[in-house]
């Protein structure tokens, strides 16, 4: 019967116009723990005034009855942040392990008190590895990407928008550990990250994936206005073998950044469209088809009537002079060695022979 009469007593100070004696008053419930006061109390989640929501979501934790579940887990994703640790902390005493989704959801929040109450609270409910993983640091996304624990991607993925780049750089690097093909989608707003290492280590870890959901976000990287990322995507793609993404490609071949082409380059070829020209068909030669000559025309030189081209030109080499001839007699006179460099013709027949002249000498036959 007291009991009963403080409840309403109590009850009846909840006045949410006043902050002090609605504190008072829920905490004065709190302390009776009768489930009773559970319908009185739940209000206050949804009051304008975060001091009372967060007040009714600790004393709701107090009075531990399940039909405050649900109003809870809502209230784990309020926008202030004391009532979302008041929340998470409540949700721990309920000991209903149909918070442990949520929870685990909450170890990722932006807030360290907020992972540290939400890591407390599954332990409460037999989920003691996560406080081995969270200690309230930024140290806490690492060590959940090393975890192996694939729940941990409901806490990684919410991770990916932390204001702080290295949150968000350990987030995804834990999604590309875990491997669950049903998060790589979560990988593709960070091609667009504010941050360099943020969005080339996106493009790695789609590669990795192979999911082919992957080529559109990989083939929009290319119009980044960064070059290291439209390096990146482009190496990707040339990588991943591809074919659909050559239109594309193309398109970058001279981008106003050198290195982005030379990477746009080597995809194409290892894609199998970066290889050398094929060479052109050999010109069939007029020089052996005779055409008639058509009247009133004027033959074309010889070296026009070919399409042949010219031979190279044969090295210019200085002559060598060969030793003199030597002769086993006497020297003769110059006349007479010129003489005897050229044979006399034949004489032809008919023809009378002239006398020698006079004062010649003739050898006597012997």
């Not at 419930?29 to 209000?43: I, Q, S, T």
Request: with cysteine.
């Amino acid at each position: 019967m007291l009991t009963s009469l403080k409840l309403w007593w109590h009850v009846r100070k909840l006045d949410s116009s006043n902050r002090a004696k609605y504190a008072r008053a829920v905490n004065a419930l709190a302390k009776l723990h009768d489930p009773r006061a559970v319908p009185a109390v739940l209000p206050g989640l949804e009051d304008p005034n975060a001091t009372i929501r967060e007040a009714a979501a600790l004393v709701l934790g107090e009075l531990a009855d399940t039909r405050s579940l649900k109003p809870l887990l809502k209230t784990l994703t309020d926008e202030n942040t004391e009532v979302r640790e008041a929340a998470a902390k409540s949700l721990g005493k309920l000991g209903d392990k149909s918070a442990i989704p949520p929870l685990i959801k909450a170890v990722g929040d932006a807030e360290p008190d907020i992972r540290v109450a939400a890591a407390k609270a599954l332990a409460k409910l037999g989920e003691t590895k996560w406080q081995e993983w969270v200690r309230g640091t930024d140290g806490d996304f690492a060590q959940l990407a090393g975890s192996g624990e694939r729940r941990a991607l409901d806490a990684l993925i919410p991770a990916m928008k932390n204001v702080k780049w290295h949150v968000r750089s350990a987030a995804l690097e834990g999604i590309g550990r875990l491997g669950d093909k049903d998060a790589v989608t979560h990988l593709f707003p960070l091609i667009n990250d504010d941050d360099q290492r943020v969005r080339t280590s996106s493009i790695a870890w789609i590669l990795k994936f192979g999911d082919r959901r992957g080529i559109d976000p990989l083939i929009q990287a290319l119009r980044h206005r960064d070059p290291d990322t439209r390096i990146a995507a482009a190496k990707a793609l040339g990588d991943w073998g591809e074919r659909r993404a050559i239109t594309e490609l193309r398109k970058h071949l001279e981008d106003e950044d050198d290195k982005v082409c030379q990477a746009v380059v080597d995809a194409l070829t290892r894609l199998g469209e970066g290889g050398p020209a094929p060479a052109p068909p050999p010109t069939r030669s007029t020089s052996s088809v005779k055409l008639p000559a058509r009247a009133g025309s004027t033959p074309l030189p010889a070296a026009t009537q070919t399409q042949a081209p010219p031979a190279p030109a044969k090295p210019v080499t200085s002559p060598v002079k060969a030793p003199p001839r030597q002769q086993s007699g006497p020297s003769l006179p110059a006349q007479q060695q010129s003489d005897t460099t050229m044979p006399a013709p034949a004489r032809p027949s008919g023809v009378t022979r002239i006398p020698p002249k006079e004062g010649t000498q003739q050898k006597k036959p012997t």
